[in-house]
């Protein structure tokens, strides 16, 4: 097989964009573009704080899988969004009738003379923007004009398309 590498993998960074206390999902992808059957397995620095689906699973030839990342709910922001963990991907040839029940340890055991092919991923923090309300706030809403119905009228008199979102707020409290 030569130099080839049993799986290409994509992307080799992990970037999750980063919101406290919610949980965070992000994926990679490898491919086999080998004529061989492809194990693999997926371990990480912090298995307490990420989800990985599959962990571990057979890549037929010429064909892909994609590998889901959870990043558990955070409750705290890491100093200037660094964070140093990171995944370790191994592969090895495996045979056709190995399915992903069968792959142990032992497949990937270096000492016993097997060729492990390994990939590390780095994970980066995406900071996401802070999005406007589009709800002004309690105070907002009694100093600043709010926007009405419009002029164009229907059957009812008004064109129920046209209502604005605060005119919609005023509607609920007054049901």
């Known amino acids: 097989m030569g130099s080839a590498k049993l799986l290409n993998i994509e992307p080799l960074e992990l970037k999750f964009p980063f919101e406290l ?21 997926v371990k ?20 892909a899988c994609t590998v889901l990342v959870i990043m558990q709910a955070q409750k705290e922001a890491p100093p200037k969004m660094y964070c140093k963990d990171k995944f370790l991907i191994q592969s090895v040839i495996s045979s056709p009738s190995t399915t992903p029940d069968l792959i142990d340890t032992e497949m990937f055991n270096k000492e016993m003379g097997v060729h492990v092919e390994e990939c590390k991923l780095r994970v980066v923090y995406v900071s996401t923007p802070q999005l406007p309300s589009t709800v002004p706030e309690e105070r907002e ?13 229907n059957s009812n008199g008004y064109d129920v398309a ?9 509607l609920m409290f007054v049901i």
Request: hydrophobic share 25%.
């Open 21 to 41: 206390k919610k949980q965070i999902s992000c994926s990679f992808q490898l491919s086999n573009k080998t004529d061989t059957y492809v194990a693999f397995k």
């Open 44 to 63: 990480t620095t912090n298995p307490k704080k990420y989800s990985v689906r599959p962990s571990t699973g057979i890549v037929s030839p010429q064909s």
């Open 141 to 153: 809403k009694s100093l600043s004009p709010q926007p009405s119905f419009l002029d164009t009228e």
């Open 162 to 170: 046209a209502v604005s979102i605060c005119d919609i707020n005023k």
